[in-house]
């Protein structure tokens, strides 16, 4: 099993910051790539950022593109969702997920039943 633990959300006005932390434990060596996604209010759960975790390729929602950078530290099995410029649209709970399958560089993997493990989520509420 891997545990997944969320942590960095808060409270920020438009325009401001944040980096969110997502921590994994347990049977890690299955990691074969992490994502965010994000759920508002009466809305669905939608995707964010993803990364690979070998060699680390990234693929970004359209709407966060040059806004959200995602990262991981491979040593403390660690990825990070950095938000700059955020807006009021932003506002939601911010899940991180791993993926415990193969999968190749070029796809996507934008959807939930893409990953495996998901953590308790993360409020991020971006005030006009």
């Known amino acids: 099993q891997v545990q997944l633990v969320e942590s960095g959300g808060g409270l920020v006005q438009a325009g401001d910051s944040l980096r969110l932390s997502c921590a994994a434990s347990?049977?890690?060596?299955?990691?074969?790539?992490m994502g965010w996604f994000r759920q508002a209010p009466g809305k669905e759960r939608e995707f964010v950022a993803r990364?690979?975790?070998?060699?680390?390729?990234?693929y970004y929602l359209d709407s966060v593109k040059g806004r959200f950078t995602i990262s991981r530290d491979n040593a403390k099995n660690t990825v990070y969702l950095q938000m700059n410029s955020l807006k009021p649209e932003d506002t939601a709970v911010y899940y991180c997920?791993?993926?415990?399958?193969?999968?190749?560089?070029?796809?996507?993997?934008?959807?939930?039943?893409?990953?495996?493990?998901w953590g308790q989520g993360t409020q991020v509420t971006v005030s006009s």
């Open positions: 997920a791993l993926r415990g399958r193969p999968m190749s560089t070029s796809y996507s993997a934008t959807y939930s039943t893409d990953y495996d493990y």
């Open positions: 347990g049977r890690t060596f299955s990691n074969y790539a």
């Open positions: 990364i690979k975790w070998s060699g680390g390729y990234t």
